[in-house]
């Protein structure tokens, strides 16, 4: 369930969120682009679809969260 919240990507939001630490927005493309490339990159090692969704609405929930944490704390990504 929690292999996708597992990644340098996640990682890195989560440094962000609890140190409000400055991240090169080049490096924060890449392990994006590592994160993305390894979520999709997944779909053929689930032989179940709903296996496959409950662990995307896992990263998706995780995600939400440091969201708010962000805000919350004044910071922006966008």
Do not use: C, P, W
């Amino acid at each position: 369930m929690k292999r996708f919240i597992n990644t340098k990507f996640f990682l890195v939001l989560q440094e962000i969120s609890q140190n409000g630490t400055d991240v090169d927005i080049r490096f924060l493309t890449t392990v994006y682009n590592e994160f993305m490339r390894y979520v999709f990159g997944e779909y053929i090692n689930f032989h179940d679809n709903i296996a496959y969704r409950n662990v995307l609405a896992y990263t998706l929930s995780e995600l939400i969260v440091i969201e708010k944490f962000v805000q919350k704390k004044g910071f922006d990504f966008y």
